[in-house]
């Protein structure tokens, strides 16, 4: 579709690993250079022009800068709500999910499903002391004879409010008694600067959901294998895990997977990509655990040193796209928006 646009591939050093490195304590190879380098790749395959932008955290008038220079007409792709904030401001067009959504955290995102009838398991969110807002409890609150509000019972799974990439998140983030509750959010709270989120433990087929373009398609469900863990953890999503696409469901329970997963993808008005996060349980139906709006998108060539394998680049693989049809697509959803 159209003709060809001059694209920023806009890239933040350490954006993948940023949150696991602060919950940890330890060093972690980078792989955000090798994914823009492939999204570079793939947007020329796909008829564009394309250049690599680093994004300057401690000068972002340093990435304007860049920006001006090439004349870009379209960003591709931001990382943080910081690009995307700036990239409002200056009003120049880019790619994927608006400020509106990018700026809301899990806990958030979670009511507005409840109130579209889109399942998603009940929850409480913990803060720290004294800077709770909003439906946060205070840490302190959880002390040893503390039971859960009803619905909510016993197992409980903790992670970060606004995590991503599986950061914070352990075998250890199912939590049977108070005690290690509290023990969990004070680590999320102390070490990652967010709230925690609190929600039923749910059991069931890990299955994942890409959603690209406009309109809005979802691709074929993937399903994540525990190998070495009970949940998928940060070292588990290095290629560690086992995927099988499509997920080992009926065609129907595929069906209502995907059905499920665009309308999580619309109920929060995300664009042009994102990939819904859930846990379809023994009756085959799907519960939301959350939307990534920056989701992987990434198809390996075999020559990566630290970049592992995409959710959505192993869906697009097994329905038989490039990764220049799925760029081209997020980038046409893109285009038609802002009538490039
Ligand atoms: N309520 C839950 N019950 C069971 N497992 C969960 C639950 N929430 C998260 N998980 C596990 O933790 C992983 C990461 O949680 P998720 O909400 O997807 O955050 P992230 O943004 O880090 O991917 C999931 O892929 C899943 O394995
Ligand atoms: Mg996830």
Redesign the pocket.
Known sequence: MGNKLRIAVLFRPGRNVEWQRRYTGSEMPDDAIEEASLHRDALLEAGHEAELVQWQAGDPLETVAALRGMRAQLVFNTSSLAEVALLEALGIPYCGSGLDLVALD?AVRKKLWSCHGVNT?PFIAIGKDGATTGHAVPLSSIGPGWTPPPPLAFPL?V?PVR?????G?SDD?IVTDAVSLRRQAEAIVSRMDQGALV????QGR?VTVGVIGDPPQALIPLEIEYNNAR??TFEHKMDNEIMHCPARLSAEQLEAVQDTAMRAFSAVGARDYGRV?T?VGEDGRAAV??I?TFAGLQILTGNERHLHASYIGTMARAMGLSRADVLGRIVDSARRRYAL
């Open positions: 899990k398991a799974f992670k995590g991503r990439g599986s950061a998140i983030s929600e039923s433990y749910l890990e949940t998928n996060d846990i655990l959350e990534n």
